[in-house]
């Protein structure tokens, strides 16, 4: 299959996002493979302009567009992205998201916890103001397995909102790592009837309840079984030197097509 690549060889600001509108018509796939929410892609269609900073610019043709495990997803951004241009007429796929939080007695390190409710506080910020049409869950899992929602996800609505504020402002450190029950209750309870279409996965470390290659292998079962991308955000974890060291969180986000970050 051959391959187009649109590489900037300057600081920036070469103008390849309008390369790759223009060339987009002739492709079936586009690929975002590196970068952050830091750049800004515009492109002018008659009278409207679209800015792009994660979504590639190919979905204006109705492309497959993909957002590549190089590139740093800021989930904020990325759903306001998602609103803005499904209200403009563009189609994006994304309505359903499932949060899966570590809150473990490790959390308690260096406040790893604060870091944690902090960072899924600023998602339910983002969505706050987004559409209707957006459904969500979240999960947790330490001393047990709780849900924010009773049938694990709920549409995005005001009520559902200070629910999960409510939920997040309880959340304590404790227990151990169960990540093995956490995705196994994804995959028995909320997967199947959910129509999820990303789960950000946030945790500091690896399971208790089993080993690093069982929850591999879980995470490779959504991803195959749901086509779910899986998204992790490591909290407290030093980037790897190299790709021998890669750790558990990363591994899972290259399996499933996700994303993984290191949040500053």
Request: proline share 4%; glycine share 10%.
């Amino acid at each position: 299959m051959p391959v187009t690549c649109v590489i900037g060889t300057q600081w920036g600001d070469e103008g390849k996002g309008k390369i790759i509108d223009l060339i987009s018509s002739r492709a079936d796939v586009v690929v975002r493979y590196q970068g952050g929410a830091n750049a800004g892609h515009t492109v002018q269609v008659r009278d409207q302009k679209f800015v792009f900073h994660l979504i590639p610019s190919g979905i204006l043709h109705g492309k497959i567009n993909v957002i590549g495990n190089g590139v740093v997803v800021d989930p904020a951004q990325l759903l306001g992205e998602i609103e803005e241009f499904t209200t403009r007429g563009v189609k994006v796929e994304g309505n359903g998201l499932l949060f899966i939080l570590d809150v473990s007695g490790s959390m308690t390190i260096d406040d790893r916890i604060s870091k944690l409710k902090a960072q899924m506080g600023n998602l339910l910020v983002a969505m706050q103001n987004k559409s209707s049409k957006l459904r969500y869950g979240i999960v947790t899992f330490g001393e047990t397995i709780d849900s924010c929602f009773s049938r694990g996800m709920a549409v995005n609505d005001e009520k559902n909102h200070n629910q999960a504020v409510r939920f997040l402002e309880r959340i304590q450190a404790d227990g151990g790592t169960p990540m093995c029950e956490a995705l196994t209750h994804a995959i028995t309870r909320i997967l199947p009837d959910g129509n999820v279409d990303a789960i950000y996965f946030l945790s500091d470390g690896e399971p208790s309840d089993g080993t690093p290659e069982q929850v591999l292998e879980l995470a490779q079962r959504i991803h195959q079984k749901f086509q779910t991308r899986i998204h992790t955000i490591s909290i407290g974890e030093e980037p790897a030197q190299n790709t021998d060291q890669l750790s558990l969180l990363n591994k899972i986000a290259n399996a499933c097509r996700g994303t993984f970050t290191i949040p500053p």
